[in-house]
């Protein structure tokens, strides 16, 4: 049979219009920005690709679940619907809601951790290791080589190295272990998937040495998807079905529904312990608000349980992926170095790649962040030496092995014809790549430097 197109599960009934500025008026726009994306305003961006957190569009039954909002301080109706959800599609007994994904690794970082113990996890995300780190715990990176290669095929680049966490486990003892931080599709790594495969094989080594899993699950539907498509075994199981195996196989949740979940704000705590919910539910209202709205409006969570069922369907996911899919093949097509294979939520172009005749102090990655909007309007994220900050100690700059720059897809906002228009802005960027000339950092703030700091061309 040919290979027949796929479209979106969706029509559309609002449109949002763009502001779409001239190559001279985006060049200015750049220029006063300090050549940092995080720095334009929104108004002078065409097309947005600098994060998928909390930029996803809602349905039409999202919208209407706003106004079915139940504004109660205590029990809200949205709450018990929320809840149900959490039970019924993700199988967790337990939820703790929260305003975002890092309250709830505070919560469960702060419950489950003494000093001095070790986190083994599959590559590190930022916010989630700081909050390990800050209740006394130290990160310990246990993910498979592969996904520090940006060339390796390895379709689970995501999957847990089980000798590396056996021998951390052999080294300072499974009752420094408190649990191993799972995340699936790792963000870090360039939105790869685990394998269910290596998750149970995760889940058995555990078990044998009485040490949890933590599964950070922001997109759990994205990886449960890639699994369908790729793993021996799962061709016949529906998302949904894949995600309820997934979280059977770990024993709390930290989740941030600003990706997965399409809220435009949410996130929550999910465990099958009483005892860590006790805990948990105790101590949200110290931090987020009440145990029954967690820093969220009533609407908030009406929106976030509705947009939970819409993210498990085959044909959401389908779409979902397929574009960001579609975007990368067009850059793989016409010879664009970037990150292999093409995860679930961005694709990662190679700085490095495009200018050869850049140091890395002349920051090659913010350098075609800041190309890339003024030759187009698309605007993306650096993730390189600038996200990689200072050595503490040293006072260096901290040189990651990637200067890597991220378009990341928001769901449900862009049409292909958006991603043609970046593919093609891509492609003129890598052709005039020779004629770029690079940075040099004039203003950098003490905190997170990515976000604020400001620069000049060479
Ligand atoms: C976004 C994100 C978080 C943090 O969630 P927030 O809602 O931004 O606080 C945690 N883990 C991963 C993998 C994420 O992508």
């Known amino acids: 049979m040919k290979k027949r197109s796929w479209a979106e599960p969706y029509k559309i009934k609002m449109v949002e219009p763009l502001n779409m500025l001239s190559k001279k008026e985006r060049e200015k726009a750049m220029e006063e920005a300090g050549y940092n994306t995080f720095l334009l305003r929104s108004e002078d961006v065409y097309i947005d690709l600098l994060t998928d957190s909390g930029t996803s569009a809602m349905s039409d039954r999202q919208w209407a679940g706003m106004m079915l909002g139940d504004e109660a301080y205590a029990g809200s109706r949205n709450f018990y619907h929320l809840e149900d959800t959490v039970r019924d599609v993700y199988g967790y007994k337990h939820l703790v809601p929260t305003h975002q994904g890092r309250a709830a690794e505070h919560m469960i970082s702060k419950i489950l951790i003494k000093e001095g113990d070790y986190i083994p996890g599959n590559m590190y995300f930022t916010t989630t290791k700081l909050h390990q780190e800050m209740a006394g715990g130290k990160f310990v990176d246990v993910i498979i080589d592969e996904a520090h290669d940006p060339n390796s095929e390895y379709p689970f680049k995501g999957d847990i190295d089980l000798d590396k966490l056996q021998n951390l486990i052999d080294e300072v003892g499974a009752d420094k272990i408190p649990y191993v931080a799972m995340a699936t599709t790792v963000n870090m790594a360039g939105g790869q998937p685990i394998s269910m495969k290596n998750l149970k094989a995760v889940r058995e080594l555990t078990k044998k040495y009485g040490i949890d899993i933590v599964h950070d699950m922001t997109r759990v539907a994205e990886n449960a998807y890639m699994i369908q498509q790729k793993e021996e075994g799962y061709q016949d199981k529906t998302v949904a079905e894949i995600v309820k195996e997934i979280n059977s196989l770990t024993d709390h949740a930290t989740m941030s529904a600003k990706k997965d979940a399409l809220v435009n704000i949410g996130g929550f705590l999910a465990t099958n312990d009483p005892r860590v919910f ?125 200067e890597l720059v991220r378009l990341t897809i928001p769901r449900r906002v862009y049409t292909q014809a958006h991603m043609d228009v970046v593919a093609e802005s891509v492609i003129e960027v890598y052709e005039n790549a020779k004629n770029a000339r690079g940075l040099k950092m004039v203003y950098e703030p003490k905190y997170l430097r990515f976000f604020q700091a400001r620069f000049e061309k060479l």
Request: charged share 25%; glycine share 12%.
């Open 278 to 402: 006790e805990e948990a539910r105790n101590m949200v209202v110290v931090y987020e608000g009440l145990h029954t709205y967690g820093g969220l409006a009533g609407r908030d969570m009406e929106a976030m349980a509705i947009g939970i069922k819409e993210s498990v369907m085959d044909e959401h996911q389908k779409a979902r992926v397929g574009q960001v899919q579609y975007l990368g093949q067009k850059l793989l097509d016409a010879g664009i170095p970037i990150v292999k294979p093409v995860g679930t939520h961005g694709v990662f172009l190679d700085a490095k790649a495009f200018y050869p005749h850049l140091t890395q102090d002349e920051f090659p990655a913010q350098t075609l962040a800041a190309e890339l909007y003024v030759d187009s309007g698309v605007r993306a994220m650096e993730r390189g030496v600038v996200s990689a900050g200072r050595n503490k100690e040293t006072g260096e700059h901290n040189y990651p092995k990637l």
